[in-house]
């Protein structure tokens, strides 16, 4: 007698919510000492440190917000910072995604290196960033400093010398949020559109940008909470230059060594408070199914 095969029906499939639902592992005291160690550290690393910041800011009300805001040094700085962090999210969202595509669509000698190469930024001491550039950009000794400086374009100790600075450190933040996505994304869409006569551009937009557009939010997210926080890199080529270009993470540091914490906890909060609500703005509006 021949085997008879019998496939299940789809009455016989659980529902497509639990079948994507991850299996539950059974709970054991061991679990609940991971989570009680997990937890314990967030909070004496995170969660305490940044709450004792709030406090702090507060402890006088709105005053130390207020004469912040009245000062105008520090308005300059404030702005100066988020001008930076704009230009270097600006820079890296549309480099990010161009180096992206580059590394999941192409293959080309040297790709690992590249690959390798673009984590720099991460392993790298800031303050190393910041001396490489003097060097290369500085006005006096820098191997383009005095060309650019003959033409009247100063980098070094002024605000492109500490956009670009900013950048670079937060150069991978973009990238490595894209790949993945790329990477799982494939190109089957991409040929068949291909298929019907639309050009790259008209891939890229209609079919391309949709797909990465979460990747590129939480990137953007990321490297606006960089930039706003950078500091090593910064203070070595801004010349920390009170109302020109001294960026609001310098104050800070300025403010505390001049024994004016409550200031420096204040723009520590304002700094922060931005960086926060990015990220609940983010996790409110992206659709619940997207993961």
């Known amino acids: 007698m021949a085997d008879t095969l019998i496939h299940p029906t789809a009455d016989a499939l659980p529902p497509v919510e639990e079948r994507r639902r991850p299996p539950r592992v059974r709970k054991t005291p061991v679990t609940y000492l991971l989570r009680f160690?997990?937890?314990?550290?967030?909070?004496?690393?995170?969660?305490?440190?940044?709450?004792?910041?709030?406090?702090h800011t507060f402890d006088n009300g709105w005053e130390s917000i207020r004469s912040l805001l009245e000062d105008p040094d520090m308005v300059v700085a404030l702005q100066l910072s988020a001008y930076v962090a704009v230009w270097s999210v600006l820079i890296n969202t549309i480099f990010g995604v161009g180096m992206s595509l580059l590394l999941v669509r192409y293959e080309f000698p040297g790709k690992r290196l590249l690959n390798s190469l673009l984590d720099l930024p991460l392993s790298v001491s800031p303050i190393v960033v910041?001396?490489?550039?003097?060097?290369?950009?500085?006005?006096?000794?820098?191997?383009?400093?005095?060309t650019l400086a003959g033409w009247g374009f100063d980098v070094i100790f002024s605000t492109p010398g500490i956009i670009m600075a900013t950048t670079f450190v937060a150069l991978p933040l973009m990238i490595r949020e894209l790949v993945p996505v790329l990477e799982e994304i494939g190109i089957e869409q991409e040929q068949a559109a291909q298929s019907l006569g639309a050009s790259g551009l008209q891939r890229f937009w209609r079919i391309t940008l949709p797909s990465i557009k979460w990747g590129i939010t939480y990137g953007v997210v990321l490297t606006l909470a960089r930039s706003l926080g950078e500091f090593g890199a910064v203070k070595v080529v801004s010349g920390n230059v009170l109302g020109q270009t001294r960026t609001a993470t310098l104050a800070v540091e300025e403010k505390y060594l001049n024994f004016d914490q409550q200031g420096a906890y204040a723009t520590a909060f304002l700094l922060a408070m931005v960086s926060v609500a990015c990220i609940v703005i983010v996790g409110i509006i992206r659709p619940k199914n997207n993961h």
């Open 37 to 55: 160690i997990v937890t314990a550290y967030l909070f004496f690393l995170v969660a305490w440190p940044v709450s004792l910041v709030v406090t």
């Open 130 to 146: 910041g001396l490489a550039l003097v060097l290369v950009y500085g006005g006096r000794n820098g191997w383009l400093g005095p």
